[in-house]
Nanobody, 115 residues
Framework: QVQLVESGGGLVQPGGSLRLSCAAS????????MSWYRQAPGKERERVAV????????NYASSVKGRFTISRDNAKGTVYLQMNSLKPEDTAVYLC????????WGPGTQVSVSS
């Protein structure tokens, strides 16, 4: 059974940092690109970052480029999102996505950026 579980969210002040983790199981993690999405209230779900199966290639939304870094550890079956210089507009539920079966999502982790 495919399972994705995010962790690491929380409340942080503007300019602060958080590191999100997504632990994957139930599929061959190293075979798949992985993505982080976010969804803020009243807004469409947005892809924030994607990383290739090997970890060599990454791509970011323009809104987070230069501030966020996606990485993965295939031995641990985990993908990470390092978020620096956080802004109030980064407030959202952050979700992990794997393109397995019909597409698998984690439940998400809340990130709130506020003073």
């Amino acid at each position: 059974q495919v399972q994705l579980v995010e962790s690491g969210g929380g409340l942080v002040q503007p300019g602060g940092s958080l590191r999100l983790s997504c632990a994957a199981s139930g599929f061959t993690f190293s075979d798949y690109a992985m993505s982080w999405y976010r969804q803020a209230p009243g807004k469409e779900r947005e892809r924030v970052a994607v990383i290739s199966s090997s970890g060599r290639f990454t791509n970011y939304a323009s809104s987070v480029k230069g501030r966020f870094t996606i990485s993965r550890d295939n031995a641990k079956g985990t993908v990470y999102l390092q978020m620096n210089s956080l802004k109030p507009e980064d407030t959202a539920v952050y979700l992990c996505y794997a393109p397995v079966t019909d597409g698998a999502w984690g439940p998400g982790t809340q990130v709130s950026v506020s003073s």
